[in-house]
Nanobody
């Protein structure tokens, strides 16, 4: 089955940038909707951004719009999250997640954690001076 492994987290100063990677194995990500979620200490896991399986539709949380960008490289079976202009409130464990359902192939992805079946283990992002 599909396995996801995140990497690229670390400590960064406010205003800095990081790029997170999500490596998929077990199967290809073709036809999967993929999203990035995050969970800060004491808070619920929230959706950050996602792309549909069609690759032509994305969704993004207002809190990160204009700063974060999701992308993928199907040839490498990888998904990325480019994070710019980082703020202390972006500090969280970041997870990638995926879901395959034929009816979602050409639908806009959703930023609801309960909609995703496959999850990585998470990577810590800390934004602090």
């Amino acid at each position: 089955q599909l396995q996801l492994v995140e990497s690229g987290g670390g400590l960064v100063q406010p205003g800095g940038s990081l790029r997170l990677s999500c490596a998929a194995s077990g199967t290809t990500l073709d036809n999967y909707a993929v999203g990035w979620f995050r969970q800060a200490p004491g808070k619920e896991r929230e959706g950050v951004t996602c792309f549909s399986a069609s690759s032509s539709s994305t969704n993004i949380a207002d809190s990160v719009k204009g700063r974060f960008t999701i992308s993928r490289d199907n040839a490498k079976n990888m998904v990325y999250l480019q994070m710019n202009s980082l703020k202390p409130e972006d500090t969280a464990v970041y997870y990638c997640a995926a879901i395959f359902r034929p009816e979602l192939l050409f639908r806009r992805c959703v930023l609801l954690k309960d909609e995703y079946d496959y999850w990585g283990q998470g990577t810590q992002v800390t934004v602090s001076s």
